[in-house]
């Protein structure tokens, strides 16, 4: 199982998967659903009946994947706060965090919506809400592609980032602004005028909550317009007095920061125009907005943890893909490894432990779970695991 996110009630749920006599051997979250589905096995479900049967129970936000050992044509996914979504292959599927963790297999994505779960063959979706009824999700093109993830020639994204910031910020300007006229002038379809707003609420995490402080500074300075500006980890939680009138303006480089996410859906509670600021014009925050003003850089990964996992087409096995930025964790079957699963980091070639060993240390006795989990809570470079 590979999980990212938080299992909030995941000490109640451990407690009753040991009164079942299924005991964990770490202290983590993600082993607990693992338990749990494979308890809903062993009491005689299928894989798809045991996850479905899990699910409900769970809180907080998160995202899951699954594979189940002797099913090596299977993948079951669902989400819940977290993003995921699945990527379209020739004979194979792929799950994935979002559009860039997808762009080096295929730019055909569906995304999931809150609350989905999906069960994916090589050559077949099927995708259930919360309910458990079967529903359609439209299929779509991404404009990301694998070269524009690449570092090219430099050794890390940070080094790149910052030598293609003229570039960049020349690419921005000129698609709002009219040189001929020296005027800004938003692209057709951006029907906001900033003139008849009383107040501009503005909420981003990290960096890009910097660049909202310098936004503030020139809105108020330029506009004349008040503007109002908080981290999104207070913001989601300060139930900020809103009226008609104001906008909300959320700005995240890869449009899945689940922080802005949740103030974003606060806003869009109270009535008002949400604006976005993102580098991924297929993502959930611009999926959500009703203004969306794409910046044009070339998505980075400085310090994101983008993964996947896939069915590949032929053969057997599955690979999974956690890029910081190109670590690749590959699980096979057969060819000369039948009976053991590895895991390599691509980038370095070495091995180690599935969960950081600075962060938890784990004794390799994973081996009578049926399903395995893998920890997204903490970056990692150094994998290994050897189970039955």
């Known amino acids: 199982m590979v999980h990212n996110g938080i299992i909030e009630n995941y000490q109640d749920l451990r407690a009753e998967a040991v009164a079942k006599d299924y005991h964990p051997v770490t202290e983590t979250d993600t082993e607990v659903v693992a338990l749990l589905v494979n308890a809903a096995m062993d009491e005689g479900l299928g894989p798809k009946e045991a996850v479905a049967s899990v699910l409900p ?48 297999f295929t730019d055909r994505i569906t995304y999931l919506e809150e609350g989905d779960w999906a069960v994916l063959t090589r050559d077949s979706l099927a995708i259930f809400d919360r309910q458990n009824t079967p529903v359609t999700r439209p299929e779509s093109k991404s404009s990301v592609g694998a070269a524009m993830i690449d570092k090219g020639n430099y ?36 029907n906001v005028d900033f ?5 501009l609420v503005m909420s981003a995490c990290g960096t890009a909550y910097y660049a909202g402080l310098v936004g ?71 999926r959500e907005a009703d203004v969306v003003f794409p910046d044009r850089r070339r998505p980075g990964n400085r310090r994101g943890v983008h993964q996947g996992l896939h069915l590949p087409a032929g053969g057997s096995g599955f690979a999974c893909d956690r890029r910081r930025p190109s670590t690749r964790i590959h699980q096979r079957s057969g060819r000369g490894r039948t009976g053991r699963r590895a895991c390599r ?29 893998i920890s997204a809570a903490a970056p990692a470079s150094r994998w290994h695991w050897k189970g039955r």
């Not at 003139?195 to 107040?199: A, C, D, G, V, W």
């Not at 009138?245 to 103030?263: V, Y």
């Not at 806003?267 to 580098?279: D, F, H, P, R, S």
């Open 345 to 373: 980091s691509a980038r370095s070639g070495r091995t180690g432990t599935w969960h950081r060993a600075a962060h938890r240390k784990l004794a390799p006795s994973l081996s009578g779970l049926r399903t395995c989990s």
């Open 216 to 286: 503030k500074y020139w809105f108020e300075k330029y506009a004349r317009l008040p503007v109002e500006i908080d981290v999104a980890s207070e913001f989601r939680y300060r139930e900020l007095p809103v009226s008609k009138g104001e906008m909300a303006l959320f700005i995240s480089q890869s449009g899945e920061t689940a922080d802005t996410l949740a103030s974003l859906r606060y806003c869009k509670q109270e009535g008002l125009t949400i604006g976005a600021i993102v580098n991924v014009p297929e993502s959930t925050i611009a």
């Open 57 to 104: 129970r769970l809180r907080g936000a998160f995202a899951l994947a699954f594979l189940f050992e002797g099913e090596e044509n299977l993948l079951i996914g669902a989400r819940r706060g977290s993003p995921l979504a699945i990527g379209h292959g020739e004979g194979e599927m792929f799950f994935g965090s979002d559009a860039i963790a997808l762009a080096p």
């Open 155 to 190: 050794r890390h994204f940070m080094a790149k980032e910052i030598h293609e910031q003229p570039e960049v910020i020349g690419h921005t300007l000129s698609r709002y602004l009219d040189l001929s006229a020296r005027k800004v002038r938003l692209p057709d379809g951006m």
């Open 195 to 199: 003139s008849n707003l009383t107040r």
